[in-house]
């Protein structure tokens, strides 16, 4: 088995509009721990090389918002 060089070892999160799932694919121990213990997730694959995915309810994100500071400096 090959090692995955440290600069390749990303954390995608991806959802599109459509659907009501969204992934998290990582090779982060501490998102995976997170996911895990906090979040009650399993991972929904398993890569070999460290990295896993995991399926969640897209309701689970929050949209982006202004910050107040910069709507304070306006």
Known sequence: MRAIP???????IS????GDKALI???????QT?????????P??????GGKEYEFPKTW???PR???RKEEAE
């Open 6 to 12: 440290p600069e390749e070892r990303e954390t995608i």
């Open 15 to 18: 959802f599109d509009r459509a």
């Open 25 to 31: 694919f990582t090779y982060e121990k501490t998102w």
């Open 34 to 42: 997170h996911c895990e213990k906090v979040l009650g997730l399993t």
């Open 44 to 49: 929904a694959s398993d890569n070999g090389y």
């Open 61 to 63: 994100l929050r949209k």
């Open 66 to 68: 202004k910050s107040r």
